[in-house]
């Protein structure tokens, strides 16, 4: 088995792609991190990128009050999988504002960890602690980057992410203390409510794949050579001026 690395996949990009306008940079943005989608699962030592599977988070915690639902839930030692197993749909740069966006699909994330809810929903009252899973499927994210040029180096600075669930499906263990019909009945009213607890979630969720964003492709974007992508905007400026 040949064993890629993360130079072997800069060195063929390197070879392959000619960056010298806006579009030309988007490919190679687009192609590199699709590339490195193999490296993801069990990291990149040479760049000190941990594997992000899992990815762990500690908590996250819902406060939610008014109406006929007062709910708190706290849940702890998340582990997030299938993170590696992305698909790449667009990449789209502004090279000379040094920001670009990325657009990716999962098809499923899996969460486990632990939680501890307690309140109402619907003024039925609701109390339980214990593991906790939940599948997402159909994610598609939308990231928002800046960059700037520091040592020589490309540096992401920041990054947004925003993103939509086509399906969340949850399971609460030992609700009610293990009883299994009102267990069953929650659990059943969560999965029905999964939009709304998507729309809990999700601020926290951003900023935990903001991190994510900012360690990983960070670290491999600074090793991307600084005239490929200043050569997308000074190329296109020559060109036109010589028109």
């Known amino acids: ?12 990009f390197d070879k392959k792609f000619d960056v010298h306008d806006k579009e030309s940079l988007d490919k190679y943005l687009f192609e590199l991190i699709e590339g490195l989608k193999g490296q993801m699962k069990n990291g990149i030592p040479k760049l000190n990128i941990p594997p992000i599977e899992p990815m762990k988070i500690s908590s996250i915690v819902i406060d939610e009050g008014g109406g006929m639902t007062k709910l708190r839930a706290a849940f702890e030692n998340l582990q997030v999988y299938g993170l590696s197993n992305y698909t790449t749909v667009y990449a789209k740069s502004d090279p000379k504002n040094y920001r670009f966006t990325l657009g990716i699909k999962y098809g499923q994330l899996k969460i486990v960890g632990d ?18 899973w939940s599948i997402l499927n159909g994610i598609n994210a939308d990231s928002y980057n800046v960059l700037q040029i520091a040592n020589n180096e490309l540096s992401l600075v920041k990054t947004q992410t925003d993103f939509d669930v086509g399906r969340m499906r949850v399971r609460l263990d030992n609700l009610f203390g293990g009883d299994p019909i009102l ?11 999964s939009p709304e607890i998507i729309r809990e979630l999700k601020p926290q969720f951003s900023e935990e794949i903001d991190k994510l964003i900012l360690s990983v492709f960070g670290k491999a974007l600074s090793k991307l050579p600084v005239e490929k992508w200043m050569k997308a905007f000074v190329d296109k400026e020559d060109n036109t001026a010589t028109v």
Do not use: C
């Open 1 to 12: 088995m040949i064993l890629i690395t993360f130079d072997d996949i800069l060195e063929k």
């Open 183 to 193: 267990g069953e009945t929650i659990n059943g009213f969560l999965n029905e409510q």
């Open 115 to 132: 939680y501890d809810i307690s309140g109402r929903l619907l003024l039925v009252p609701i109390k339980g602690s214990g593991k906790f």
